[in-house]
């Protein structure tokens, strides 16, 4: 019997119950799974890491107005399917007074969670033309997507942006794209789960090469405005998120309310297409949906199909937060400014027990701190460390599901590990490292 912070016995029993054949190919909400028997079992909290979930409240200003809106009846009425008039004017107000981009209320649509965004983009944007029947991850990133498209039963392909960074990437998104079966290329910026951003080089060339081929191209912002590096937060005045949007009409925008807003639980986002994407129309469509154009076919083709809208309370919450973020009574970046600081500590508290940052550079400088950091251990793969790690009550989920190229790194969450848990925290990195330091 080994002396771990948590009870070698009861987290080896539990682990061999598990069906999991290896840690390092299990889904985030697999090891949920896995973490959540081990705690109940031995009544052990752990250092969670491995999902992304909001660790701060819900803004008030939301949440008063999804009552107001039970209130007044909206619960009977189904819900037009693009989104309320309000939260629709709401978004392109928001994307203009933080991105300094123009888009029509029309253009803005809500969506179940970024989750339904990305889903209803996939059907609609690889379907376009015939020829182009594959989605391009600038990886690493979320696997859910990844999922997405294999239940739709649509290719994609990846790489590791890492090794492509500046004036790289070029040449290596020429050489993809210029196979000619990319339809759609994703990424997130801030990225989930290395939190690299791209530069402005970057996103021009992303746009440009996406003019040249013709191919849509989504900007996942899942986490607007948190690279904490640079003070986002002020409305209708620079520095704005970046975005593709300056180089390319080809984009599609998606908001998530969930860890910007601290919002995951209501599952509301928004769908923001550039107006001339909206109009555009495309012969392969056909095929599948009722016209010919973009967004009609992902309003009344896609998202009729998935969930016919988004349920009208959300719609009133987010419309009323975005619309008080916007026009600056509610600073919507300082409540989650919060995880800059804990993941300042937490990595170093990881360094200083012999792991090491895995993506720790943005080109020529350091990555920023955040909601998300990534680690490692010396000679383990991250599926060993993380199959090592649940006994010292630390849990992460592997960046090999990420697309990563780094099989040796985990991804860590910052959200869930509260102040008052970096005690335990910094014992638990202490004992993992005197048990396996060479
Ligand atoms: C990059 C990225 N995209 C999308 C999502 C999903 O967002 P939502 O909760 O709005 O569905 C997440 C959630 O973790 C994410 O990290």
Not at 250 to 267: E, M
Not at 367 to 396: C, K, N, Q, R
């Amino acid at each position: 019997m080994k002396n771990t912070p948590i009870n070698f016995e009861t987290v080896k029993q539990i682990r061999a119950t598990s069906q999991l054949p290896s840690l390092g190919t299990a889904t985030i909400r697999e090891l949920v799974r896995l973490v959540n028997n081990i705690e109940h079992k031995t009544g052990e909290k752990f250092i969670r890491m491995e999902m992304g979930v909001p660790g701060i409240e819900p803004p008030k200003v939301g949440i008063d107005a999804e009552i107001e809106a039970l209130k007044s009846g909206v619960a009977s009425k189904y819900p037009m399917i693009d989104g309320v008039p309000k939260l629709k004017v709401a978004a392109s107000n928001f994307v203009k007074a933080f991105m300094n981009v123009e888009l029509s209320p029309e253009s803005c649509v809500s969506t179940v969670g970024s989750m339904q965004g990305s889903t209803a983009v996939f059907l609609v944007a690889n379907r376009c033309n015939e020829k182009k029947d594959t989605i391009l991850f600038i990886d690493p990133g979320f696997p859910v997507q990844k999922q997405q498209c294999d239940v739709l039963g649509m290719k994609y392909a990846t790489f590791d942006v890492y090794n492509y960074r500046g004036k790289k990437l070029r040449t290596k998104l020429e050489k993809m794209l210029s196979a000619g079966n990319i339809s759609t290329l994703i990424y997130s910026n801030p990225n989930n789960p290395s939190w690299i951003c791209f530069t402005e080089e970057e996103l021009q060339i992303i746009g440009e090469m996406a003019n040249k081929y013709d191919v849509i191209i989504v900007e996942d912002l899942a986490y607007f405005g948190m690279d904490f590096r640079v003070d986002y937060s002020k409305p209708n005045q620079a520095p704005f998120q970046p975005t593709v949007a300056k180089y390319s009409d080809n984009y599609i925008f998606l908001i998530s309310s969930s860890k910007a807003f601290s919002y995951a639980g209501q599952r509301i986002g928004m769908l923001c297409m550039s107006d001339k994407l909206y109009k555009r129309k495309y012969a392969g469509l056909t095929r599948n949906y009722a016209t010919d154009e973009f967004g009609y076919s992902v309003i009344y083709g896609a998202l009729y199909a998935l969930s016919t809208g988004v349920s009208h309370s959300a719609q009133y919450g987010l419309a009323a937060m975005l619309e008080a973020a916007s026009n600056g009574s509610f600073d919507f970046l300082a409540e989650v400014k919060l995880y800059e600081n804990r993941a300042k500590i937490m990595k170093k508290l990881f360094v200083e027990n012999g792991f090491n940052i895995v993506y720790d550079k943005d080109i020529d400088r350091p990555v920023g701190d955040g909601f998300y950091f990534t680690f490692s251990y010396p000679g383990m793969t991250g599926a060993e460390l993380l199959e090592h790690l649940i006994y010292y009550g630390i849990s992460a989920i592997a960046l090999e599901i990420t697309g990563s190229e780094r099989t040796e790194g985990l991804r860590a969450c910052v959200s869930q590990t509260h102040e008052s848990q970096f005690e335990a925290l910094e014992f638990r990195l202490k004992a993992f490292n005197k048990a396996f330091s060479k």
